[in-house]
């Protein structure tokens, strides 16, 4: 996954968790087996140092962090495999669908098929 990404799905679940009032706190003893509560408040700290981790282009630590989040979202049982599945997968700027159902590529750039315009260039990677 790249920076943009992995910073765009880490904020959402730190929005999502702030919403409904958790704050973010590490937790103090690594030998301890959480509450929930204390287990979505360490999360949220995750998500907020996982993304000083991508922004310093720290990208597989950032990553492995993020399947941490993420199995804990699903076992306290806020999202789904196959949501956050979706949530992973990159969006096209244009029409906001699934970039891999959209794109369309015309030489070395890659289109999208929705609005016709241009994602990006190929070759830019
Ligand atoms: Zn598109």
């Known amino acids: 996954m790249k920076t943009e990404k992995i910073v765009e799905v880490l904020s959402a679940y730190r929005k999502e968790l702030a919403g409904v009032g958790i704050g973010s706190c590490q937790l103090e003893n690594y030998d301890e087996i959480p509450e929930e509560e204390v287990a979505l408040r360490h999360i949220t700290w995750m998500c907020e140092q996982a993304i ?3 922004e310093a282009g720290r990208l597989e ?3 492995r962090w993020l399947g941490f989040i993420q ?3 699903w076992l306290t049982g806020r999202h789904a495999v196959s949501s956050m599945r979706e949530h992973n997968r990159p969006r096209c700027p244009h029409c906001h669908g699934p970039e891999d159902e959209c794109n369309d590529l015309r030489g070395n750039r890659l289109y999208c098929k929705n609005t016709d315009m241009c994602i990006r260039n190929n070759n830019a990677e």
Do not use: D, I, P
Request: hydrophobic fraction near 45%; charged fraction near 20%; charge should be neutral.
């Open 52 to 54: 000083e981790f991508a």
């Open 61 to 63: 630590k950032a990553n």
């Open 71 to 73: 199995g804990t979202l």
